[in-house]
Protein backbone atom coordinates (compact mmCIF):
# COMPACT_ATOMS: atom_id res chain seq x y z
CA UNK A 1 0.00 0.00 0.00
CA UNK A 2 1.55 3.30 -1.12
CA UNK A 3 1.83 5.90 1.49
CA UNK A 4 3.08 9.63 0.92
CA UNK A 5 2.27 12.68 3.36
CA UNK A 6 3.40 16.18 2.37
CA UNK A 7 3.58 18.94 4.49
CA UNK A 8 5.39 22.40 5.45
CA UNK A 9 3.17 24.66 2.75
CA UNK A 10 1.65 27.36 3.77
CA UNK A 11 1.24 31.52 2.93
CA UNK A 12 4.26 33.44 2.21
CA UNK A 13 5.38 36.74 0.22
CA UNK A 14 6.99 36.49 -2.92
CA UNK A 15 10.79 36.57 -2.44
CA UNK A 16 10.07 33.89 0.55
CA UNK A 17 10.80 30.23 1.76
CA UNK A 18 9.37 27.16 2.23
CA UNK A 19 10.62 23.58 3.36
CA UNK A 20 8.65 20.61 2.07
CA UNK A 21 8.40 17.26 3.71
CA UNK A 22 7.37 14.09 2.24
CA UNK A 23 7.18 10.69 4.57
CA UNK A 24 6.66 7.91 2.45
CA UNK A 25 5.88 4.53 3.51
CA UNK A 26 9.15 2.19 3.44
CA UNK A 27 7.95 0.05 0.43
CA UNK A 28 7.39 3.06 -1.46
CA UNK A 29 10.67 4.47 -0.62
CA UNK A 30 13.55 1.91 -0.73
CA UNK A 31 15.51 2.03 -3.78
CA UNK A 32 13.37 4.09 -5.49
CA UNK A 33 13.83 7.80 -7.02
CA UNK A 34 11.39 10.19 -5.66
CA UNK A 35 10.31 13.26 -6.88
CA UNK A 36 7.94 16.26 -6.46
CA UNK A 37 5.19 17.37 -8.68
CA UNK A 38 2.41 20.60 -8.16
CA UNK A 39 -0.83 21.08 -9.10
CA UNK A 40 -1.74 25.23 -9.89
CA UNK A 41 -5.46 26.08 -9.89
CA UNK A 42 -7.08 25.14 -13.24
CA UNK A 43 -3.90 23.59 -14.90
CA UNK A 44 -2.36 19.32 -15.37
CA UNK A 45 -0.56 18.84 -12.59
CA UNK A 46 3.61 19.22 -13.20
CA UNK A 47 6.66 17.64 -12.90
CA UNK A 48 9.14 19.40 -10.61
CA UNK A 49 12.29 17.79 -9.09
CA UNK A 50 13.37 14.05 -8.62
CA UNK A 51 16.20 12.55 -6.63
CA UNK A 52 17.92 9.24 -6.97
CA UNK A 53 18.00 6.37 -4.32
CA UNK A 54 21.39 7.87 -3.64
CA UNK A 55 21.20 11.42 -3.15
CA UNK A 56 23.74 11.91 -5.50
CA UNK A 57 21.64 12.66 -8.57
CA UNK A 58 18.76 15.64 -8.77
CA UNK A 59 17.02 17.08 -11.73
CA UNK A 60 14.75 20.25 -12.18
CA UNK A 61 12.12 21.60 -13.94
CA UNK A 62 13.13 24.75 -15.56
CA UNK A 63 10.56 27.21 -14.27
CA UNK A 64 12.46 26.19 -11.00
CA UNK A 65 15.66 25.60 -11.65
CA UNK A 66 18.18 27.85 -9.09
CA UNK A 67 15.31 28.69 -6.39
CA UNK A 68 14.61 24.86 -5.23
CA UNK A 69 16.56 22.11 -4.10
CA UNK A 70 15.65 18.71 -3.80
CA UNK A 71 17.11 16.37 -0.94
CA UNK A 72 16.03 13.24 0.88
CA UNK A 73 17.10 11.09 4.48
CA UNK A 74 16.30 7.70 3.46
CA UNK A 75 17.08 6.22 7.31
CA UNK A 76 13.72 8.59 7.56
CA UNK A 77 12.39 7.66 4.48
CA UNK A 78 11.35 11.29 3.85
CA UNK A 79 12.20 13.46 0.87
CA UNK A 80 12.15 17.01 1.09
CA UNK A 81 11.93 20.37 -1.35
CA UNK A 82 13.54 23.51 -0.32
CA UNK A 83 11.69 26.40 -2.02
CA UNK A 84 13.78 29.56 -1.85
CA UNK A 85 13.19 33.32 -3.90
CA UNK A 86 9.50 32.49 -4.17
CA UNK A 87 7.15 33.50 -6.87
CA UNK A 88 3.16 34.01 -7.13
CA UNK A 89 3.48 31.30 -9.88
CA UNK A 90 5.00 29.06 -7.71
CA UNK A 91 1.49 28.87 -6.06
CA UNK A 92 -0.07 25.04 -6.10
CA UNK A 93 -0.46 22.11 -4.18
CA UNK A 94 2.56 20.26 -4.19
CA UNK A 95 2.54 15.98 -4.50
CA UNK A 96 5.59 13.83 -3.76
CA UNK A 97 5.49 10.58 -5.59
CA UNK A 98 8.20 7.83 -6.84
CA UNK A 99 8.98 8.78 -10.22
CA UNK A 100 9.97 6.77 -13.50
CA UNK A 101 12.00 7.57 -16.27
CA UNK A 102 10.60 10.15 -18.68
CA UNK A 103 9.75 12.07 -14.69
CA UNK A 104 6.20 10.32 -14.99
CA UNK A 105 5.08 9.03 -11.57
CA UNK A 106 4.91 5.84 -10.63
CA UNK A 107 1.93 5.69 -7.96
CA UNK A 108 -1.63 6.68 -9.46
CA UNK A 109 -2.42 7.29 -5.66
CA UNK A 110 -1.24 10.35 -4.29
CA UNK A 111 -1.21 11.61 -0.94
CA UNK A 112 -3.25 14.75 -0.15
CA UNK A 113 -0.51 17.22 -0.77
CA UNK A 114 0.23 20.64 0.84
CA UNK A 115 -0.81 23.77 -0.45
CA UNK A 116 1.59 26.61 -1.42
CA UNK A 117 0.22 29.96 -1.57
CA UNK A 118 2.73 33.07 -2.63
CA UNK A 119 1.65 36.22 -2.51
CA UNK A 120 2.79 39.62 -4.52
Known amino acids: QVQLVESGGGLVQAGGSLRLSCAAS????????MGWFRQAPGKEREFVAR????????YYADSIKGRFTISRDNAENTVYLQMNSLKPEDTAVYYC?????????????WGQGTQVTVSS
Open 26 to 33: GRTFSGSV
Open 97 to 109: NAVLAGNVPLFDS
Open 51 to 58: ISWSGSST
